[in-house]
């Protein structure tokens, strides 16, 4: 079986999207190609599955300031998103393949969904609800109906795609574990208190870090002492001349030093923003999955409604804040630290039950243990 992979990121980008196909075509990346809907004119990034990368035009550059970078954007969702979307198909007509695995995100993405596609398998990874993706109703409605599999990343968003779309049959898939990756946790730790957070940081997010850092001021001058790591971020301003230390760290693909940095960890700070339910109440973190294997603590901050939160908060798997209150933010720090060993203990359960990486690679290529 041969699949084409078509999504509006590099598989080798920084996101949570990227690293659940990564993960799935582990070991199989010889039997697959990808096409990859790009708006910017940044080289390519390069990995083990061959990559053909389409540019939407007007495409993005550097010295454009915000109003230009949007204009831009709205003249490639909307004038040119038929150009973009004929020249996704010129290039999936030279390649052969038996599956389209397409993931439901941005504007592009019924692009090979056409009659001149309609003898080819379609699989359709649905990762986030339309609303947060920069898609459409329509869209989504298309993909769903006409998919031979539908692959969702939580309960909750199958169930509401189930409401509105139709009562078709879907799967879980999502980011997973493998039993090498879950490490026990540890007896003891030693100051400083490391807490650790990888990965794509959108404006919305910038509350909760705000509320992070006086939290840790707090607590340093009880006597704790921090270390906040950031990966593959943004510098934050009002981090600077705290009672703390911050450091970042470049982003990297290298599962070998994000493993060995999540061990290192005392606290895995979870932040989901408050802003736009439609993200929250349907999508699960790849973040979370990963966090679930390490020995530390999970930290959740954000709704207390959201799947994530949810599904933390039935199994015991993490420490939780649900709003911007420096002092309740305190207390569950100091929960994640007190309760390290439990939470951790909760977290490895859900990880081997839920989100082992071996069942879901065996679910999504259909083949048996």
């Keep these: ?180 990756e879950i490490t026990p946790p540890v007896d ?32 340093s001058e009880k006597g704790f002492s921090f270390k906040l790591v950031l990966r593959a971020t943004q510098k934050l301003p009002f981090l600077a001349n705290r009672t703390f230390d911050a450091e970042y760290r470049d982003m990297t693909l290298d599962n070998s030093a994000l493993k060995a940095e999540l061990d290192s960890a005392t606290i895995l700070y979870l932040p989901m923003k408050f802003t736009e339910p439609e993200f929250y109440l349907y999508s699960l973190s790849t973040k979370m999955v990963g966090y679930l294997g390490s020995p530390g603590g999970i930290l959740y901050h954000g709704p207390g409604d959201s799947a994530a939160c949810e599904l933390l908060r039935s199994t015991g798997a993490a420490a939780f804040c649900n709003n911007l209150n420096v002092d309740d933010l305190v207390a569950s720090i100091f929960d994640a630290i007190a309760n390290r060993q439990n939470l951790s203990a909760q977290a490895k359960d859900l990880a081997k039950r839920k989100f082992d990486m071996v069942t879901m690679q065996n679910i999504f290529w259909q083949t048996k243990n």
């Design 188 to 219: 003891k730790i030693k100051p400083p208190f490391e807490i650790y957070f990888a990965g794509l940081l959108h404006l919305d997010y910038l509350p909760l870090f705000k509320t992070l850092a006086d939290a840790l001021d707090k607590l």
């Design 1 to 180: 079986m041969k699949i084409l992979s078509f999504h509006p990121f590099s598989l080798y980008a920084n996101g949570g999207g990227s690293r659940i196909l990564r993960r799935l075509y582990q070991g199989r990346e010889l039997q697959v190609i990808s096409i990859a809907v790009d708006g910017s004119n940044n080289p390519p990034p390069k990995g083990e599955i061959e990559e053909i990368v389409v540019r939407a035009r007007p495409v993005w550059r550097k010295w454009m300031r915000w109003r230009l970078r949007n204009w831009a954007i709205t003249l490639r969702e909307k004038t040119f998103r038929e150009l973009t979307n004929r020249c996704v198909r010129d290039a999936a007509s030279q390649i052969n393949f038996d599956v389209i695995h397409v993931v439901h995100h941005g504007p592009f993405a019924d692009a090979l969904c056409t009659p001149q596609f309609a003898d080819k398998t379609l699989w359709v990874s649905f990762h986030d609800h339309y609303v947060s993706t920069h898609s459409s109703y329509s869209i989504a409605e298309l993909l769903w109906n006409n998919a031979d599999r539908r692959l969702v990343i939580s309960d909750e968003l199958g169930r509401q795609y189930q409401k509105l779309f139709g009562t078709k049959p879907y799967e879980l898939i999502t980011d997973g574990i493998y039993p090498e």
